[in-house]
């Protein structure tokens, strides 16, 4: 039985501009990610550089505006000035985070020129973990400074007589986790913030900094960790971080096809938050939200199964580390959290997808082999190809079905967004089992509307796979969409993600 959903499209229901940092991504100095990923001076498509240029079309093709980078966890035991000068000459390190070898090969300015191929602007973040304010310092001085210093002068002895021009930067990374080297309470890690963000404008009044809220909503010390944090910074940074990771447990499909509605709850909890503390300042400034890791990932091992203990003497280089396979499923929630974000488009001013290449990514290579889009490819390539400038909400009346944590969710999830060409809608069906009908009410939005593209990504076999052997097993393929008399109605098979634009 196919069940009815119903909602109006309304450009007046208006939820914010959408800020295209919100499609960006992170690029980490993690396992086959750079090296074997992006970066391969051996492979036959290789460029000049090194890069690959079949990567450098995949990622051109998904679309990403902001890539963050150097970490993540592997920040916190950088040391930037490693990444720099001749590459002969650098040094060989142990990253403590990942347990491997860094050989510094790629640094900031072999990534920068890795930017500018695909189109992407940099996003950085500052050690810290084991480092600080000085260190924080000195590599923005190296970095955007245009006037002549000893270090500046180091940046053009490098090759690079123009300032990089960076101007989003991250305070460290999720340093309320255990895990992290030099990871500090609230209270020490506001303090250290604060300073390094104050010293940080003097040099460049205008940068956007992004202060470290939780790394999890889970985490047990999530919303006073939030609160103490802010408390501290809050006339000093533009953005608090998010972070969130989502995966099945247990073969539960359908509890994991709620996962968006944790990621709404997140925001939701961080906004109150934020807003409460510009409530006991008198402010009537907005923190935003940089949600700068987001994505699907297998973190938690079947039971029964451990991970193998690290060796003293075993550091290895570009070893292949959480290199998920995604299938059909997955996508389908993975698209559902796209849609969750630009519903928040009025707070979450920038998200990262975690990450782009051979680590939990979109995007897979083989050494000296080919590349290939993975399932969660296509619903990011998608979106920000269509996503117009303003989101729009969707006041969606559809079946629910019962989630042991969220209680009644609904089945179908959607978001639009509207500019000057068309209009473009995101939905998701997340029942197990049922297919469902969506008829939106689309005289708002004028007559001889049509829909000019469509793309669902379902299958028969929902845990369907793209592998090296078989890179196009799942595809996107055309929706069932068609408008008559002022009504948009869509078929949605059980366990799909649509997208259509309308003009």
Request: aromatic share 8%.
């Amino acid at each position: 039985m196919t069940d009815i959903a119903r909602t109006h499209l309304d450009p007046r229901f208006a939820i914010g501009d959408i800020d295209r940092r919100i499609f960006g991504g992170f690029v980490e100095h993690l396992g086959r990610h750079i090296y074997d990923g992006i970066y391969e001076p051996g492979h036959p498509s290789a460029d000049a550089d090194g890069f690959r240029t079949d990567v450098i079309e995949l990622v051109q093709e998904l679309g990403v505006t902001t890539i963050r980078y150097p970490g993540g966890n592997f920040v916190s035991g950088y040391r930037w000035e490693d990444g720099v000068g001749p590459v002969s000459e650098r040094p060989r390190r142990l990253d403590l985070a990942w347990h491997s070898t860094e050989t510094n090969e790629v640094g900031l300015h072999e990534f920068s020129s890795w930017l500018e191929k695909i189109g992407s602007d940099l996003m950085l973040a500052v050690n810290l973990g084991t480092r600080g304010t000085q260190e924080a310092l000195d590599l923005l001085e190296y970095a955007n400074l245009p006037v002549q210093t000893a270090l500046t002068d180091q940046r053009v002895a490098n090759g690079r007589a123009e300032p990089f021009g960076v101007q989003m930067w991250c305070l460290g990374n999720e340093m309320d986790g255990f895990w992290q080297l030099g990871h500090r309470n609230a209270e020490d890690y506001g303090k250290l913030a604060s300073r390094t963000a104050k010293a940080m404008r003097m040099l460049d009044p205008e940068l956007q900094l992004v202060v470290c809220g939780s790394s999890s909503r889970a985490m047990p010390t999530f919303g006073s960790w939030e609160r103490t944090v802010l408390e501290h910074t809050f006339a000093d940074v533009d953005f608090i971080s998010c972070h969130a990771y989502y995966q099945e447990h247990d073969g539960k499909a359908q509890e994991f096809l709620a996962s968006a509605v944790d990621m709404s709850r997140f925001i939701d909890s961080v906004v109150a938050t934020a807003d409460h503390v510009a409530a006991m300042r008198d402010s009537t400034k907005r923190m935003m939200i940089s949600f700068d890791e987001w994505n699907i990932w297998y973190l938690h091992l079947p039971e029964g199964v451990e991970a193998p203990a690290p060796q003293l003497d075993d550091w290895p280089l570009a070893s292949r580390l959480l290199e998920e396979k995604y299938h059909v499923l997955d996508a389908v929630v993975f698209g559902d959290l796209l849609i969750t974000l630009l519903q928040h488009a009025d707070r979450v001013r920038s998200a990262s997808l975690a990450q782009l290449v051979n680590v939990i990514a979109p995007i897979m290579t083989e050494p000296g082999g080919g590349a290939w889009r993975q399932t969660t490819f296509f619903p990011f390539s998608i979106t920000s190809r269509l996503a117009g400038r303003h989101a729009v909400r969707l006041a969606i009346e559809s079946p629910t079905f019962t989630s042991e944590r969220f209680g009644e969710v609904g089945t179908i999830n959607g978001v639009a967004t509207v500019d000057d060409d068309g209009t473009s809608v995101f939905l998701v069906n997340r029942s197990l089992s049922d297919p469902q009908v969506l008829e939106i009410d689309v005289t708002a939005l004028g007559s001889g509307l049509s829909v000019r593209e469509s793309h669902l990504i379902a299958d028969d076999d929902i845990y369907a796979a793209n592998t090296l052997e078989d890179p196009e097993r799942v595809a996107p393929r055309p929706a069932e969409a068609t408008i008559a008399d002022g009504v948009l109605r869509v078929t949605m098979p059980a366990v799909s993600w649509v997208a259509l634009r309308l003009g």
